[in-house]
């Protein structure tokens, strides 16, 4: 299952791979996920997590994958290399109105000065466009690595966690925690039932 907003949940979610750009979120209070992997990119709620004795673990991500980074990286490195396309028109530009500003320019010349300002102009349209990509990734990553696992009831042994590109996995039965990240760690707390998760809790079908 796959969502571009949230995936809201009545009772529970079993022997699946859910993902969401929005929250996922189990609403019952005997609720579960269990031999699963669930990944969204903003928060994840669910009354218990994991199962005794399965033989499949359960995973749950917050913008783990690492396809958003291999795109930021692609994309640095095409703006890099057509940031130096630019500056070698430049340069030839540059040379093109010298030689226009002292003699006239042949044909073959005035043609080649054309082109560049086109060229160039489309290397200015396309950096544009991907600065503007880069930037959205940057902030798409800076939200996941914001994200949050809510667990109201327990998390069971070998369940993994991953935020961002950190993960852990419980050893053992944990009960009512909140896992965040912390200075690129993962890190666990007492489960408080904060309003952005009470809201959906508590909206009607």
């Given at each position: 299952?796959?969502?571009e907003?949230?995936?809201?949940?009545?009772?529970?979610?079993?022997?699946?791979?859910?993902?969401?750009?929005g929250?996922v979120v189990?609403?019952?209070?005997s609720?579960f996920?269990a031999?699963?992997?669930?990944?969204?990119d903003?928060w994840?709620?669910?009354?218990?997590?994991?199962q005794?004795?399965?033989?499949v673990?359960?995973?749950l991500?917050i913008?783990?994958?690492?396809?958003?980074?291999?795109?930021?990286?692609?994309?640095?490195e095409?703006?890099?290399?057509?940031?130096?396309?630019?500056?070698?028109?430049?340069?030839?530009?540059?040379?093109l109105?010298?030689?226009?500003?002292t003699?006239e320019?042949?044909?073959?010349?005035?043609?080649?000065?054309?082109?560049?300002?086109d060229?160039?102009?489309?290397?200015r349209k396309?950096?544009?466009?991907?600065?503007?990509?880069?930037?959205?990734?940057?902030?798409?990553i800076?939200?996941?690595y914001?994200?949050?696992?809510?667990?109201a009831g327990?998390v069971?042994?070998?369940t993994?966690?991953?935020?961002?590109?950190?993960?852990?996995?419980?050893?053992?039965?944990?009960?009512?925690?909140h896992?965040?990240?912390?200075?690129?760690?993962?890190?666990?707390a007492?489960?408080?039932?904060?309003?952005?998760?009470?809201?959906?809790?508590?909206?009607?079908?």
């Amino acid at each position: 299952m796959k969502s571009e907003q949230a995936i809201i949940v009545n009772d529970y979610i079993r022997n699946s791979l859910v993902s969401a750009i929005g929250p996922v979120v189990i609403k019952n209070p005997s609720g579960f996920i269990a031999t699963s992997k669930v990944s969204s990119d903003c928060w994840i709620y669910c009354n218990t997590v994991g199962q005794e004795d399965a033989g499949v673990e359960t995973e749950l991500s917050i913008g783990h994958s690492p396809v958003l980074h291999q795109e930021q990286v692609r994309i640095k490195e095409e703006i890099e290399a057509k940031t130096q396309d630019f500056l070698r028109f430049q340069a030839s530009l540059a040379k093109l109105r010298g030689m226009k500003s002292t003699s006239e320019l042949s044909r073959q010349q005035e043609m080649l000065y054309e082109k560049i300002l086109d060229t160039m102009e489309n290397l200015r349209k396309t950096l544009s466009q991907q600065n503007a990509k880069s930037l959205e990734i940057t902030e798409k990553i800076q939200r996941t690595y914001q994200g949050n696992i809510y667990i109201a009831g327990t998390v069971h042994d070998r369940t993994t966690i991953h935020i961002g590109m950190a993960s852990t996995t419980v050893k053992g039965a944990r009960f009512k925690v909140h896992f965040s990240l912390k200075e690129g760690q993962i890190a666990d707390a007492e489960f408080v039932l904060v309003p952005d998760v009470k809201k959906v809790l508590e909206a009607r079908e």
